[in-house]
């Protein structure tokens, strides 16, 4: 009888030890991290044998120093090990292709992915502190430039991410955990205070904001815009390139003829339509122009777009129509 009891005893022991590391197993902890409102999280399976290892996925760049975020779409392949949501967040972490010279990296080169997890409609993405090396200096507020590029630069790295998740998966909110340590895989959310907004605390979970990112509407007030500041560089950028039968000058030409065009004074663009499938686009605005002392107030105008590697551009026809040039 007392050997039997002892054997229970072990059991007991042995049973309460197992309960014990698995409630402070820091992997397990950081798989769950608990947020307010928020139900347990769950890990995302890997790419199962079975499922076809190659997926068309679009990325999110900055476009040029602009405000604006511009996709880029890529075939890629996905490893058996992993999940497609890790796989496309790596990619993007790797930044834009060599080709897409206007298309600009936002999270600094040493960021790794750590983590992913999901909650309902909620993707929970788990980098290290490189995240916080991307080269804004402590001083950034003592600094004209940087008052306006710090806090843009930061909001547009967190917004690549969610657009690049609500684009390829079905997803509708994305929250962003911290890991100083990877061995441990201790997390923890990302603070109000990388923002630069004057704010702390933990973040919000962050949704896609379509402001930021370059639609037809966006695209042609950056190019109105452009028009507006005479900045010729960017403008013809996003003048359309190929066009065999709609040549774009050279670069001093293009500013030489441009330049002795009406004056924007000030614009609005409607949303824009594009028909389903296709690459084309119109968009109406209202133009207000100077011409010496004249002024001359244009409504209703419709705008031609084509998009030329993801991004949509103005034929070079149209800014001649726009500025009332010749042909």
């Not at 890629?76 to 292709?97: D, F, W």
């Not at 630069?153 to 100083?180: C, G, H, P, W």
């Not at 004074?265 to 084309?280: D, E, K, L, Q, Y």
């Not at 209202?286 to 777009?305: K, M």
Request: overall charge negative.
């Amino acid at each position: 009888m007392k050997r039997k009891w002892l054997v229970l005893l072990g059991l007991l022991s042995l049973f309460l030890l197992s309960a014990c590391a698995a409630a402070t197993n820091p992997l397990t902890q950081a798989m769950s991290t608990p947020i307010p409102g928020i139900p347990k999280t769950e890990p995302i399976s890997a790419n199962p044998a079975e499922q076809t290892n190659q997926l068309e996925i679009s990325l999110f760049f900055r476009y040029q120093q602009t405000g604006l975020l511009a996709c880029e779409t890529r075939t890629i392949n996905i490893p058996k090990e992993e999940s497609a949501e890790e796989t496309v967040i790596r990619q993007l972490l790797a930044g834009p292709q060599a080709s897409h010279t206007d298309l600009r990296r936002l999270f600094p080169h040493n960021t790794v992915l750590v983590d992913t997890t999901v909650s309902g409609d909620i993707l929970m993405v788990t980098l290290n502190e490189a995240l916080l090396n991307d080269g804004i200096p402590d001083n950034w507020s003592d600094d004209p430039a940087w008052r306006t590029e710090a806090p843009l630069r930061r909001k547009l790295t967190m917004q690549s991410l969610v657009a690049t998740i609500t684009e390829n998966f079905s997803y509708s909110y994305v929250q962003v955990f911290l890991v100083s340590d990877q061995a441990s895989h201790v997390s923890t959310r990302l603070d109000s205070a990388y923002f630069l907004a004057g704010s702390s605390g933990p973040a919000e979970l962050f949704y896609r904001d379509e402001s930021l990112l370059m639609t037809m509407q966006n695209a042609t007030l950056t190019i109105l815009d452009a028009w507006y500041r005479r900045d010729y560089p960017l403008l013809y950028e996003l003048t359309l390139s190929n066009a065999k039968s709609d040549v774009r000058h050279a670069y001093e030409t293009f500013v030489g003829e441009l330049d002795s065009g009406l004056s924007l004074t000030s614009f609005t663009a409607s949303s824009g339509h594009s028909p389903v499938g296709s690459n084309r686009a119109t968009v109406i605005v209202d133009l207000s122009c100077q011409n010496g002392t004249q002024e001359i107030i244009r409504s209703s105008i419709p705008i031609r777009l084509i998009c030329e590697d993801g991004i949509w551009k103005v034929p070079y026809s149209e800014l001649q129509r726009l500025m009332l040039l010749p042909d």
